[in-house]
Nanobody, 118 residues
Framework: QAQPVESGGGSVQAGGSLRLSCTAP????????VEWYRQAAGKQRAWVSS???????LYSDSVKGRFTISSDKDNDTVYLQMSSLTPEDTAMYSC????????????WGQGTQVTVSS
């Protein structure tokens, strides 16, 4: 399974928006979908959001209502639109694709840094 590639990170002021992209080869035909995670400095990695090729989406409580996950299946790309950003959203954001029985085999991208200043 090919490694996904993230892009779109950067620095933004609190209240601002950013859109992250994850190019995930095979997404359109992979029932495991794509997941976004983030890891802030000194903290454990946390799940943020998921999307399946069927269109089903899931969000963590910490981002629900502020982040929107979407996909372009023609280009095997998943987007994470982040709005109303706060300094607590500062983290390395990574996408993950999975395969195999119960989607247990995961492949991580290298991540993209998001920094939100107050």
């Amino acid at each position: 399974q090919a490694q996904p590639v993230e892009s779109g990170g950067g620095s933004v002021q609190a209240g601002g928006s950013l859109r992250l992209s994850c190019t995930a080869p095979g997404f359109a035909s992979n029932p495991c979908g794509v997941e976004w995670y983030r890891q802030a400095a000194g903290k454990q990695r946390a799940w943020v959001s998921s999307i399946m090729p069927t269109g089903t989406t899931l969000y963590s409580d910490s981002v629900k209502g502020r982040f929107t996950i979407s996909s372009d299946k023609d280009n095997d790309t998943v987007y994470l639109q982040m709005s109303s950003l706060t300094p607590e959203d500062t983290a390395m954001y990574s996408c993950k694709t999975s395969s195999g029985l119960m989607c247990r085999v995961g492949v991580w991208g290298q991540g993209t840094q998001v920094t939100v200043s107050s």
